[in-house]
């Protein structure tokens, strides 16, 4: 019976741990970082792996749009290349009003290198810029 009992308990935590680890998008990331917008507004963040010195692979940004104030939260990757340079990638927007919430799926590759990433997380009423933060920064090596 005590046998039986450590087996049930031991399968129920090994299914516990697995269902935790495929359900977290962090379980297999190198790095990730997210910030929330001076406003309250908008929130982001992203993950990824690195690939090599010039690309990130299964990145992923994702922004929720956190107040009901006619706005929006749009969020971005942001690179600095070997030599400093920093390369705003594109904005991608969740439109669908107060808690919608939006992830995208992609890579990244500058053949100057990817020495540093972060996500750009803004609010937008309609195409103008309200309030932004940047992220922490992860490095590439």
Not at 41 to 46: D, F, I, M
Not at 97 to 104: A, C, H, N, P
């Amino acid at each position: 019976m005590r046998l039986r009992s450590f087996s049930v308990v031991g399968a129920v935590a090994a299914a516990a741990a697995l269902v935790a680890l495929a359900a977290s998008p962090a379980a297999a990331i190198d790095a990730t970082s997210s910030c929330t917008t001076p406003d309250g507004g908008a929130w982001g963040s992203w993950g990824g792996n690195w690939a090599s010195s010039t690309s990130i692979k299964d990145l992923w940004l994702d922004a929720q749009d956190e107040q009901p104030d006619g706005r929006h939260p749009e969020v971005r990757l942001v690179t600095y290349t070997n030599s400093g340079v920093r390369v705003n990638w594109p904005w991608h927007a969740a439109t669908g009003g107060s808690g919608d919430y939006q992830i995208w799926h992609t890579s990244a590759s500058d053949s100057r290198g990817i020495l540093i990433a972060r996500v750009e997380v803004a609010n937008f009423d309609k195409d103008s810029l309200m309030s932004s933060c940047l992220s922490a920064s992860r490095n590439n090596y």
